[in-house]
């Protein structure tokens, strides 16, 4: 397909409009307005939901999960509807799926610290091809239940989800999803440092404020 200077423009254009959306703090919120304060003053320090789970509010973290998801869907699906119907295929869905994915990293509003993407990841995938969004859901939920241990669960998952989207034809898309998936491991690198020392907290367990 022809990556013309029009299809370059909306991408490109959509790639920001993700972002401002993407960007949007709600673990940081949601907490706040439940009256929790500032969520970044405890265990990693993360805006996602996995740290808002520290809290004990799991209804809190299920919605700050949505929450986090759908800012990365909505940008998508309404992209990928205006590629569509403007004969641009696929790239301005993934430029809005990149600039909320990026957004959520690096917030505007927080000075540019923000959460790991995992969820944001797991919005784009859903918006762009779903049936890596099943692969990635299946195999977090059986890791958690194995493991207890969230960023496992999630790196375990993103290394998969590029591999299964090329055996089943998707492209670019799949390309999309490895560039992605290396840049959640790289948001993960401490993780993976705790992980291989044996000290990576399991899910539910309360950490110490953060530094």
Not at 124 to 141: D, H, M, R, S
Request: overall charge positive.
């Amino acid at each position: 397909m022809d990556l013309s200077g029009e299809t370059l423009a909306i991408t490109l254009l959509a790639l920001a409009g993700g972002y401002l959306c993407g960007s949007i703090p709600f673990g940081l919120v949601i907490t706040r307005m439940a009256g929790l304060g500032d969520i970044r003053a405890i265990g990693s320090g993360n805006i996602g939901m996995t740290n808002v789970l520290r809290t004990g509010h799991k209804k809190l973290a299920a919605l700050t999960l949505l929450a986090d998801a759908l800012k990365g869907t909505l940008p998508v699906l309404l992209a990928l509807w205006w590629g569509r119907n403007n004969g641009m295929g696929p790239y301005p869905a993934m430029g809005a799926g990149l600039g909320a994915f990026l957004g959520h990293l690096f917030p505007v509003w927080l000075g540019f610290k923000g959460g790991k993407g995992v969820a944001t990841y797991l919005g784009v995938l859903l918006g762009l091809a779903w049936p890596g969004f099943l692969t990635f859901a299946a195999i977090w939920i059986g890791c958690a239940a194995i493991t207890r241990i969230s960023s496992l669960s999630a790196l375990i998952a993103t290394l998969a989800v590029p591999i299964v989207l090329l055996f089943l034809g998707y492209g670019s898309v799949a390309w999309f999803f490895l560039l992605m998936s290396i840049i959640v491991y790289a948001k993960h690198h401490p993780n993976i440092r705790r992980l291989m020392n044996g000290t990576e907290p399991r899910m539910g367990e309360k950490r110490e404020p953060a530094a």
